[in-house]
C-alpha cells in the first residue's frame, strides 16, 4: 500500500505569507489531490493532479496554486495567506484505474 | 448536481450499543460508495466500498453497510461500539464512469460514552 506522508502537520503563517504545503508519496501513482476540511463542510477538493506537470482545478482553487514537478511530491501553494485559509489540508493519492484514496495524516494551518 | 449528505452532524452512542450513520446520495447513476473513518489529528482511512454485487459489503474493525438503490442510501452499521471508535465518519461517492472526483459528504461525528 503507498504512504503518503505530509511532513508539515501544523504550521502557524501571518497574513499575507507565502505557505508551501508538501505531500509526498512513496509510490509511483498518477493522481494526487489535495483537499481542505473545514467543520460541517466535509472535504472539499482544492486541486488534483494525475500526472506530471498536470493539473486540474478542484471546486475551491481561488487562492492556491499546486507544483507536480516529479511524480511523487504534490505541492500545494497559497500564494498570499489569509485567515481564511486557516484550515485542515489532506492530501490523497489514488492509483490510476482504481477509486479509493489514500491519505496523508494531514497539516493544521493556522493564518493569524 | 452530484452530492452526498449524511444528516447527522454528531451522534452519542454508548459503549456496546449498536450503531447506525446514515448517508444519501444524489447521483444520475449508481456510483462507487464508499466509508472512510478519520481519527482525531489523522487522515482518513477507507472502512469499506462497495462497487457492485452483493448489497451488503463488510468493512474492517466489524463496520458493514448496506446499499438501498431506492432510497439512494448507504448507511453504514456496526453492532456493538467500542470506545476507540470515537471518530468522524465520511461518506464519500465516485462517478462509475470513471472520474477522478470524489465527493464527500460533511462527516458525522461519533462520540461514544462509558
Known amino acids: 500500500d503507498v504512504k503518503v506522508t505530509q511532513s508539515s502537520r501544523y504550521l502557524v503563517k501571518r497574513t499575507g505569507e507565502k505557505v508551501f504545503l508538501e505531500c509526498v508519496q512513496d509510490?509511483?501513482?498518477?493522481?494526487m489531490f489535495w483537499y481542505r476540511q473545514d467543520p460541517g463542510l466535509g472535504l472539499r477538493l482544492i486541486y488534483f493532479?494525475?500526472?506530471?506537470?498536470?493539473?486540474e482545478k478542484g471546486d475551491i482553487p481561488e487562492g492556491y496554486s499546486v507544483s507536480r514537478e516529479k511524480k511523487e511530491r504534490f505541492s500545494l501553494i497559497l500564494e498570499s495567506a489569509s485567515t481564511n485559509q486557516t484550515s485542515m489540508y489532506l492530501c490523497?493519492?489514488?492509483?490510476?484505474?482504481?477509486?479509493?484514496?489514500?491519505f496523508g495524516a494531514g497539516s493544521r494551518l493556522t493564518v493569524l | 448536481a452530484q452530492s452526498v449528505t449524511q444528516p447527522d452532524i454528531h451522534i452519542t452512542v454508548s459503549e456496546g450499543a449498536s450503531l447506525e450513520l446514515r448517508c444519501n446520495y444524489s447521483?444520475?447513476?449508481?456510483?462507487?460508495l464508499f466509508w472512510y473513518v478519520q481519527s482525531p489529528g489523522q487522515g482518513l482511512q477507507l472502512l469499506l466500498k462497495?462497487?457492485?454485487?452483493?448489497?451488503l459489503v463488510q468493512g474492517i474493525k466489524g463496520f458493514e453497510a448496506e446499499f438501498k438503490r431506492s432510497q439512494s442510501s448507504f448507511n453504514l452499521r456496526k453492532p456493538s461500539v467500542h470506545w476507540s471508535d470515537a471518530a468522524e465518519y465520511f461518506c464519500?461517492?465516485?462517478?462509475?464512469?470513471?472520474?477522478?472526483?470524489?465527493?464527500f459528504g460533511a462527516g458525522t461525528r461519533l462520540f461514544v460514552k462509558a
Open positions: 464519500a461517492v465516485v462517478g462509475n464512469t470513471g472520474g477522478f472526483k470524489t465527493i
Open positions: 490523497a493519492v489514488k492509483p490510476g484505474g482504481a477509486n479509493v484514496l489514500t
Open positions: 493532479s494525475y500526472d506530471v506537470k498536470m493539473k
Open positions: 447521483y444520475g447513476a449508481t456510483p462507487y
Open positions: 509510490m509511483d501513482h498518477e493522481n
Open positions: 462497495y462497487f457492485s454485487g452483493d448489497t
